[in-house]
């Protein structure tokens, strides 16, 4: 066996080189192929009946061909790799909107907390829970318009607390 590969193998390399596309040459190259279809060979020798002189050669070749099609079939089913560019936006928040939503967010508890008690707890509800105009009707014992009023002019004491937005 190990005589009959070693006939072999080097002339099945050489009748290799060149055969994988360039596209598939990505993680494979010819001697990674012809390994795995010797190996394959191997696994499978017990089922090769041998019915012509270089039937051997001609089985490893026929081995290599269907490997170099099945690494053929499986680039065309993956999309072709994207170069992404250079100014291509990230969907990460960065560093500075970050710290920017921090300066906010310090500013608007701030204000809430300047408010009165009565005030903050409509806008929390309203803004921070997101509840509706009925359930802080329910909440507070208002009417709905009443809570909606309520909520309006709580929120206008908010904005007033706030300030204009520091300059950049």
Not at 56 to 61: E, I, V
Not at 69 to 95: F, K, Y
Not at 123 to 151: K, N
Request: overall charge positive; proline content about 8%; some cysteine.
């Amino acid at each position: 066996m190990e005589a009959l590969l070693q006939r072999c193998v080097p002339r099945l390399r050489r009748w290799a080189h060149g055969r994988l596309p360039a596209a598939a040459r990505g993680g494979l190259d010819t001697e990674d192929v012809v390994q795995e279809s010797v190996l394959h060979v191997l696994g499978r020798l017990d089922a090769f009946e041998p019915r012509h002189v270089g039937a051997m050669q001609a089985y490893l070749r026929q081995s290599v061909i269907n490997r170099i099609r099945d690494e053929v079939r499986r680039i065309g089913r993956q999309p072709p790799p994207l170069e992404l560019p250079e100014d291509h936006p990230s969907d990460a928040t960065s560093p500075l909107e970050v710290a920017i939503q921090a300066e906010e967010y310090t500013r608007y508890r701030r204000a809430l907390g300047n408010l009165g008690p009565r005030d903050r707890e409509l806008v929390v509800a309203r803004i921070e829970g997101q509840w509706t105009a009925s359930e802080i009707a329910d909440q507070m014992g208002l009417t709905v318009d009443a809570a909606r009023m309520a909520v309006g002019r709580a929120v206008r004491r908010l904005a007033n607390k706030l300030g204009p937005p520091p300059s950049a």
